[in-house]
């Protein structure tokens, strides 16, 4: 495994955190709600019971006043009998009912001070009553209000209702005194203590702290081993089988997750599946790859062998100075179709051929390796009409043709001594000739069919003669129909003109011309057919001097 | 390359247009293997055909073989340069050419 593909190791603990606070912090969320709704609820329950209450209280002792004496006992500040009475029975009241105050007085025109007629103090707070005729000026300003409603409308108090302060929570209920006429006369006010509920609330708001953090503990738990199981374990067997596999691309063991119905399943599954699918490719490409260069070494012998095939030696003929030869072959592929040959039938007859197979790569170069022995064979048994050798390898190609290969041929046989000879041209290309001190030009008229097309075909041959300084050139389609990036042909003009750029030169400073012209024109396009070429300058029966 | 054939009973004409290469003859040879049984005469319509390589050659020389048994093949409305390449692969001989 190499540097760049090594999965860094990651902390796999983040996906159980992120789950487990999440759950948490909607727990806590949610209990804190539930407990400041019920914590309100209760409280506003309660407080209005608590009111109710204390104003049950103040109806009460609003029944055991006596209205009509009340200017009389401010002005004379004299305690009667029924006084005394309605004072005790006040105390009592306030005790029985566990109220901290309960009073009655009258209070000024600006709602400032109130001047006391009773005063009933709860025996457990240790306070004094204010005598009667006791005014106080420091009347709270939230009270004016109230006392205001109160003397103009002879109804409750409307607001401050409830305190919280540090004589502990309270709630007071504050009614109006009307004598017999239905006047207002004074006030009536009572102050309950709400030290229950303060003290329910308190264990109110324990209990529901205490229960959601047990709820909060269990539920984390359980969620966690939950999503433990179902999520996260799952999670990282498949995290850590992609990881192992990613590394040493070898089938693990089962995932558990396989079997489960939710995605995880599904991820599982798909891992598995795509883990065996790699496998299966990495096989088969291994398989391939082997198969593939098994042919390549193969090919490589074959091209070898067809090459070898090919005379390849130059000068060819070191002792023969009436004439220079010189040819190439370059496959498109590894192997191809074209050929050319050259031999002597005897020492005055000089056979060149020129073909081509139809089609490419390794049929072609099969039925190539059979055409150009039978050519030869047939050939060098001394048959010098290039027509008769045509007829007879034609029948013999025809023969089990089933792939229907066939091959054009250019098959020259000179009579070293004379310069004259005779040639056959079977569908090959016309080839191309330079009269001593001429120009080069394609030698045209009307060929016979390919070889290895039909049963007896009668070729035609026509007589030739080349004169001392000439050359000839032939070829196979390669060359005219190199292609470049464009599409377009290279075409005979082209060549004609690469022939032509040093006509002087020797047949193999010719080719090689061609093939940089050639090379040149199609640039980067790759080479599509084979490309044979030949090239034979004559001096005459007495030799080049 | 375009394959436009017309049937009419035992008769198929067979319009080939473009190029007919290395790269689309082996298309043509199956599309024209598939077509013609109980055909009696193929014609092959070349008046839109561009440029015929050796591989296309190959093509209509089985094809004629395969006719040769059953009817006949004719090829028509070659142009000029079409002709032309009949002609030095000595084709011209080989095919019933209009």
Same mark, same amino acid.
């Given at each position: 495994?190499?540097?760049?593909?090594?999965?860094?190791?990651?902390?796999?603990?983040?996906?159980?955190?992120?789950?487990?606070?999440?759950?948490?912090?909607?727990?806590?969320?949610?209990?804190?709600?539930? &407990?400041?709704?019920?914590?309100?609820?209760f409280?506003?329950?309660?407080?209005?019971?608590?009111?109710?209450? &204390?104003?049950?209280?103040?109806?009460?002792?609003?029944?055991?006043?006596?209205?009509?004496?009340?200017?009389?006992?401010?002005?004379?500040?004299e305690?009667?009998?029924?006084?005394?009475?309605?004072?005790?029975?006040?105390?009592?009241l306030?005790?029985?009912t566990?109220?901290?105050?309960?009073?009655?007085?009258?209070?000024?025109?600006?709602?400032?001070?109130?001047?006391?007629?009773?005063?009933?103090?709860?025996?457990?707070?240790?306070?004094?009553?204010?005598?009667?005729?006791?005014?106080?000026?420091?009347?709270?300003?939230?009270y004016?209000?109230?006392?205001?409603?109160?003397?103009?409308?002879?109804?409750?108090?409307?607001?401050?209702?409830?305190?919280?302060?540090?004589?502990?929570?309270?709630t007071?209920?504050?009614?109006?005194?009307?004598?017999?006429?239905?006047?207002?006369?004074?006030?009536?006010?009572?102050?309950?203590?709400?030290?229950?509920?303060e003290?329910?609330?308190?264990?109110?708001?324990?209990?529901?702290?205490?229960?959601?953090?047990?709820?909060?503990?269990?539920?984390?738990?359980?969620?966690?081993?939950?999503?433990?199981?179902?999520?996260?374990?799952p999670?990282?067997?498949?995290?850590?089988?992609?990881?192992?596999?990613?590394?040493?691309?070898?089938?693990?063991?089962?995932?558990?997750?396989?079997?489960?119905k939710?995605?995880?399943?599904?991820? &599982?599954?798909?891992?598995?599946?795509?883990?065996?699918?790699?496998?299966?490719?990495?096989?088969?490409?291994?398989?391939?790859?082997?198969?593939?260069?098994?042919?390549?070494?193969?090919?490589?012998?074959a091209?070898?062998?067809?090459?070898?095939?090919?005379?390849?030696?130059?000068?060819?003929?070191?002792?023969?100075?009436?004439?220079?030869?010189?040819?190439?072959?370059?496959? &498109?592929?590894?192997?191809?179709?074209?050929?050319?040959?050259?031999?002597?039938?005897?020492?005055?007859h000089l056979?060149?051929?020129?073909?081509?197979?139809s089609?490419?790569?390794?049929?072609?170069?099969?039925f190539?390796?059979?055409?150009?022995?039978i050519?030869?064979?047939?050939?060098?048994?001394?048959?010098?009409?290039?027509?008769?050798?045509?007829?007879?390898?034609?029948e013999?190609?025809?023969?089990?043709?089933?792939a229907?290969?066939?091959v054009?041929?250019?098959l020259?046989?000179?009579?070293?001594?004379?310069?004259?000879?005779k040639?056959?041209?079977?569908?090959?290309?016309?080839?191309?000739?330079?009269?001593?001190?001429?120009?080069?030009?394609?030698?045209?008229?009307?060929h016979?069919?390919?070889?290895?097309?039909?049963?007896?075909?009668?070729?035609?041959?026509?007589?030739?003669?080349?004169?001392?300084g000439?050359?000839?050139?032939?070829?196979?389609?390669?060359?005219?129909?190199?292609?470049?990036?464009?599409?377009?042909?290279?075409?005979?003009?082209?060549?004609?003109?690469?022939?032509?750029?040093?006509?002087?030169?020797?047949?193999k400073?010719?080719?090689?011309?061609?093939?940089?012209?050639?090379?040149?024109?199609?640039?980067?396009?790759?080479?599509?057919?084979?490309?044979?070429?030949?090239?034979?300058?004559?001096?005459?029966?007495?030799?080049?001097? | 390359?375009?394959?436009?054939?017309?049937?009419?009973g035992?008769?198929?004409?067979?319009?080939?247009?473009?190029?007919?290469?290395?790269?689309?003859?082996?298309?043509?040879?199956?599309?024209?293997?598939?077509?013609?049984?109980?055909i009696?005469?193929?014609?092959?319509?070349?008046?839109?055909?561009?440029?015929?390589?050796?591989?296309?050659?190959?093509?209509?020389?089985?094809?004629?073989?395969?006719?040769?048994?059953?009817?006949?093949?004719?090829?028509?409305?070659?142009?000029?340069?079409?002709?032309?390449?009949?002609?030095?692969?000595?084709?011209?001989?080989?095919?019933?050419?209009?």
């Amino acid at each position: 495994m190499s540097n760049e593909g090594h999965v860094k190791k990651v902390s796999k603990r983040g996906l159980s955190v992120i789950l487990i606070a999440g759950m948490a912090a909607v727990v806590i969320i949610l209990s804190t709600m539930t &407990a400041y709704i019920g914590f309100a609820e209760f409280t506003a329950v309660l407080e209005q019971q608590y009111n109710d209450s &204390a104003y049950e209280v103040a109806e009460t002792a609003k029944t055991y006043l006596n209205p009509e004496k009340f200017s009389q006992y401010l002005d004379t500040l004299e305690k009667d009998e029924e006084f005394e009475l309605i004072q005790q029975r006040l105390d009592d009241l306030t005790n029985a009912t566990d109220c901290n105050f309960i009073y009655v007085g009258v209070v000024d025109s600006n709602y400032t001070s109130t001047t006391y007629i009773y005063d009933s103090v709860n025996s457990s707070l240790g306070f004094d009553r204010y005598p009667l005729g006791y005014t106080s000026k420091d009347v709270d300003p939230n009270y004016a209000e109230d006392l205001k409603h109160i003397v103009e409308t002879g109804g409750r108090a409307e607001k401050y209702l409830y305190s919280y302060g540090e004589s502990g929570a309270h709630t007071s209920a504050g009614l109006a005194v009307k004598n017999a006429e239905g006047k207002v006369v004074g006030i009536i006010g009572v102050e309950k203590t709400m030290r229950v509920l303060e003290n329910a609330r308190a264990k109110y708001v324990n209990h529901v702290v205490t229960i959601a953090a047990i709820i909060l503990v269990i539920a984390v738990v359980l969620y966690s081993l939950y999503l433990h199981r179902t999520v996260i374990s799952p999670i990282k067997d498949i995290t850590n089988e992609a990881e192992r596999f990613a590394e040493d691309h070898q089938t693990g063991s089962e995932l558990k997750a396989v079997s489960s119905k939710f995605e995880i399943g599904v991820l &599982a599954r798909s891992v598995k599946k795509m883990e065996s699918d790699i496998m299966q490719y990495i096989d088969n490409i291994t398989k391939i790859t082997a198969e593939k260069e098994r042919i390549s070494a193969e090919l490589n012998v074959a091209t070898q062998i067809q090459a070898d095939m090919l005379p390849s030696i130059f000068p060819a003929f070191p002792d023969r100075n009436e004439f220079d030869i010189y040819a190439t072959m370059n496959p &498109a592929k590894e192997v191809g179709g074209d050929f050319y040959d050259f031999f002597l039938i005897d020492d005055d007859h000089l056979a060149m051929v020129m073909a081509d197979v139809s089609g490419k790569g390794v049929p072609a170069a099969l039925f190539m390796v059979i055409a150009k022995t039978i050519i030869k064979n047939h050939a060098q048994l001394g048959e010098l009409s290039p027509a008769k050798v045509l007829m007879q390898a034609n029948e013999q190609l025809c023969e089990g043709n089933e792939a229907e290969l066939f091959v054009t041929v250019w098959l020259g046989i000179l009579e070293i001594s004379t310069g004259k000879g005779k040639a056959a041209n079977a569908g090959h290309e016309h080839p191309a000739l330079r009269r001593k001190d001429g120009k080069f030009e394609l030698i045209q008229y009307r060929h016979s069919p390919a070889v290895a097309t039909m049963d007896g075909i009668r070729f035609k041959e026509h007589d030739f003669e080349l004169y001392p300084g000439d050359t000839l050139f032939v070829y196979t389609d390669g060359v005219a129909e190199a292609t470049d990036a464009h599409n377009e042909l290279y075409g005979g003009d082209r060549m004609i003109d690469a022939l032509n750029k040093d006509p002087n030169a020797s047949p193999k400073e010719l080719l090689a011309t061609v093939k940089k012209s050639v090379d040149e024109f199609v640039g980067e396009a790759p080479q599509f057919d084979d490309i044979t070429m030949l090239g034979l300058k004559y001096f005459g029966a007495e030799g080049n001097k | 390359m375009n394959i436009i054939k017309t049937q009419n009973g035992e008769n198929l004409t067979v319009k080939v247009e473009g190029r007919l290469d290395t790269v689309t003859a082996p298309q043509l040879d199956s599309e024209l293997k598939a077509s013609i049984e109980g055909i009696k005469t193929l014609t092959l319509d070349f008046s839109a055909l561009e440029y015929i390589s050796s591989a296309g050659l190959r093509v209509l020389l089985s094809m004629q073989k395969l006719m040769n048994k059953q009817g006949e093949m004719i090829v028509k409305g070659s142009s000029a340069a079409i002709l032309e390449i009949f002609e030095v692969t000595g084709f011209i001989d080989l095919l019933n050419i209009e």
